[in-house]
């Protein structure tokens, strides 16, 4: 709405504006065609959303920084309905049949050099670019800090610190000593009725 909203305020009124919007911004694609990095959410449904989405697949298909690495992709965190499209199925961008329905969201990455004279960045796309950028510097660092909690100074993963652990204890109780060395279990105790038939039979034996 970029577009819209430079060129509405020579035209209409503020209420009008807001109008405008609401009743026909869904329907509104305006994209520079030299430039066309930046995020996407087409309603394929629309035929002008279609058009553009066929216009993003021509650009990139055409863009020669592509053939000159494989990790130059122009299209970027591609997602059709809500389900994430495979990166291995844009490297192929050429095969992707844009289907006539459903909403299709993608970040375009342009690789092209500005030219000598191409105008800078106003002071809103620098504010915007540096929010990202520092955004994506804080989703580093807590993925960064999240790695260190996983991985020990030593090396070793936390998981794989806790099975060394139980199996040092495991080692200390198998190495625990019985109640005689070599000795097999302790026999059990006679019961009293036995014990007093043994009492008597020593006794007569006695006095034999």
């Known amino acids: 709405m970029d577009f819209w909203d430079q060129v509405m305020p020579a035209t209409l009124k503020p209420m009008q504006q807001q109008r405008f919007k609401e009743l026909l911004g869904p329907h509104l694609m305006a994209f520079d065609r030299q430039n066309l990095t930046g995020s996407y959410a087409l309603n394929l449904g629309w035929s002008v959303h279609k058009a553009v989405a ?3 697949q021509s650009a990139a298909l055409q863009d020669n920084s592509t053939s000159e690495c494989r990790y ?13 499209i ?3 199925a844009v490297a192929q961008l050429q095969n992707f049949a ?4 459903g909403t299709l969201k993608l970040d375009y990455v342009g690789y092209q050099v500005p030219g000598p004279g191409c105008p800078p960045a106003s002071a809103d796309e620098m504010r915007w670019l540096l929010a990202g950028l520092r955004a994506l510097q804080g989703a580093y660092y807590r993925s960064l800090l999240a790695l260190r909690q996983e991985y020990l100074p030593d090396g070793l993963r936390r998981s794989q610190e806790e099975e060394r652990a139980a199996a040092v204890r495991a080692r200390a109780v198998s190495k625990k000593p019985f109640a005689g060395k070599g000795a097999g279990p302790k026999p059990a105790e006679p019961s009293e009725a036995a014990q007093i038939e043994i009492r008597q039979q020593q006794q007569q034996q006695e006095q034999d």
Do not use: F, M
């Open 54 to 56: 066929q216009r993003l």
């Open 86 to 88: 495979r990166e291995a």
């Open 98 to 101: 844009i289907p006539s329905s």
């Open 72 to 84: 130059y992709l122009c299209w970027r965190n591609v997602t059709l309905n809500g389900s994430p």
